[in-house]
């Protein structure tokens, strides 16, 4: 399987930005995906983590309230709404499958890493 992030930008602070995910290969379904962030110079950190089915999601505390997870499995997509971004949200993201939910907030966990998309947010 493949995965391919896009819709990163530029944007302000206060905007919105959703994060796309796609599958290729292989069946997103058996999989539990998550989304990271690695800022210059920093390692990468978890986001968000979803179960295969949908039915769990999980949220880094300073995201909680302004992100949100989700996928399609029909068509092999995984999303990541970003509401109320701050400068502190730039960063590039990535998008990750694994098959453990609960250490998907490791980025060791991560079986399959998609490319990244570049999300910058300044005035």
């Known amino acids: 399987v493949q995965l391919q992030a896009s819709g990163g930008g530029l944007v302000r602070p206060g905007d919105s930005l959703r994060l796309s995910c796609a599958a290729s290969?292989?069946?997103?379904?058996?999989?539990?995906m998550g989304w990271f962030r690695q800022a210059p110079g920093k390692e990468r950190d978890f986001v968000a983590r979803i179960s295969r089915r949908g039915g769990l999601t999980y949220y880094e505390g300073s995201v909680k309230g302004r992100f949100t997870i989700s996928r399609d499995n029909a068509k092999n997509m995984l999303y990541l709404q970003m509401n109320n971004l701050r400068p502190a949200d730039t960063a590039m993201y990535y998008c990750?499958?694994?098959?453990?939910?609960?250490?998907?907030?490791?980025?060791?966990?991560?079986?399959?890493w998609g490319q990244g998309t570049l999300v910058t947010v300044s005035s």
């Open positions: 990750a499958a694994g098959s453990d939910y609960n250490n998907l907030i490791l980025a060791s966990a991560a079986e399959l």
């Open positions: 290969g292989g069946t997103l379904s058996n999989y539990d």
